[in-house]
């Protein structure tokens, strides 16, 4: 039989073929942060709040708009030390008329209480938040903070959850929460939840080289307020979009639009039913 060298070399194509097929396209995505750096981003988020209790509803609202800097303080070990402080912002309040007067807020205010108070976070290159500290906060946000447990990883959906491995678009990836929160001795919530990213695709957007990545999540929460003798218990689900800069290792801009549904079981008293709707955005600010 003759010895086919064109057939061989065939082969070897194909078998290299076969070898290089997952790594083609393929993308690490991973934050980049050197010691002094500072991103700055804006963020807006609006929140509609619809309470049901023995039949009657009531309808509130919030638009909450800030400026947020996040100056890396360390770099070392494969993780970076941040301190995120908030700029300016104000809220805004959509409260029905006849309880206004009860509660004493106005329609237009500013945050002052936590402009220029500062939250050290250290994360992961993957986005991963490792530990969340209050430094000079408010004392009673600062009590509430530090009860917070699960707050690293709420903080981790902030940055978004990169994957461990290389991706390509079309690939997804899972993060999985299942943490508890002390109510600063009022009671405990536990959360669990999934998150799965999908790689949509590359793109040349919002001036950057970006790896456009979307999130699906689904989140349930249950719990007790023991003061009050309340039990409560909820669901939710999200979405979003990250647009992560593949180059400079940044986030460029974040949106999710989320829908949540609790209910409030008070001892004796009834129930009352809570459904929140929610929309929030980042955007790096040159």
Known sequence: ?????????????????????????????????????????????????????????????????????????????????????????????????????????????PIENLEAKRTRITFSPSGHILSFIPLDTPATLNALLKGANLDVEKYTEMFGGLPSKPVAPGDTWTTEMNDSTNLNGMGTMYLTGTTVYTFKRIADTLHHHCAVIGSAATMNVKGAIYLQDVVVSGAGDMTGTIYFDIEKGAMVASTGTGETTSNMELKGEGSMKQTFTSSLEMVLIP
């Open 1 to 109: 039989m003759a010895f086919r060298t064109d057939k061989i070399y065939i082969a070897l194509l194909l078998l290299l073929g076969m070898l290089g097929k997952n790594a083609v396209g393929q993308t690490t995505l991973r934050y980049r942060m050197t010691p002094g750096e500072n991103l700055k981003y804006r963020m807006t988020m609006s929140m509609n709040q619809r309470s049901n209790a023995d039949g009657m509803n009531m309808d509130m609202g919030s638009n909450t708009f800030s400026i947020m800097h996040i100056h890396c303080e360390r770099a070392d070990s494969g993780t970076f030390t941040c301190t995120m402080i908030l700029d300016t912002g104000t809220v805004s309040l959509a409260i029905p008329d006849e309880i206004r007067p009860s509660v004493g807020l106005d329609s237009v205010m």
